[in-house]
């Protein structure tokens, strides 16, 4: 599956739980490519496309990931908070599990910037940071595995039996928002009637 930063994905703004998936499958993918490169160009420079792929799986992680960690934390998380029934209180508790996993996803994204960006600039990259970009990228690919099967298979679900359409409606608003490009306010009004 080959995807471009800023393809249009499957789900629009007024299903905002399917973006929110659709966005899994592309942290699938980008997190793919740093592993499989990292595996395959291990011992030899890296080629020019892979140099092209490398850069934007960082740019991916740089700039869509903070915004889908916004769409959750800041849209969908505190509206479900807001319930008190027992799909709700479980949902919580995964929420709390969540958020946790954001900000240990954060920091190994912080290092793996550093040491692809490193790499891709020809810069030295030794055994040791060879070792320590393995060692990161497993630990992220783990957390993700879980987060991503608990959102998709028991969050996401209990939020679209929780919240009405009106709070959905919302939460697509919200995440066009974080999507209009600085100096661009004219395009909101584009992105809502999405």
Known sequence: MRIQIGQRPDHGFDEPLGLLSDCHRRIEYFLGVLVAINEQASNRPLT????????AALTYFA?????????EEQ?????????????ALGALEVMARLESDHEEANAH???IDELVGRWIANEPFDA??????SERLRALQAIYQQHIAIEDRELFPA????????????????????????GRSDALPLIRGR
């Open 159 to 182: 939020a679209g039996r929780l919240l009405s359409a009106d709070q959905l409606q919302a939460i697509g608003r919200e995440m066009a928002a974080r999507r209009v490009p600085p």
């Open 109 to 111: 994204h912080r290092a």
């Open 48 to 55: 020019p496309a892979e140099r092209s792929q490398l850069g």
């Open 128 to 133: 040791d940071d060879r070792r320590l970009l």
């Open 75 to 87: 849209s969908l998380f505190p509206r479900l908070r807001e319930f008190n029934d027992p799909a």
């Open 63 to 71: 700039t869509a990931a903070p915004r889908h960690t916004a769409d």
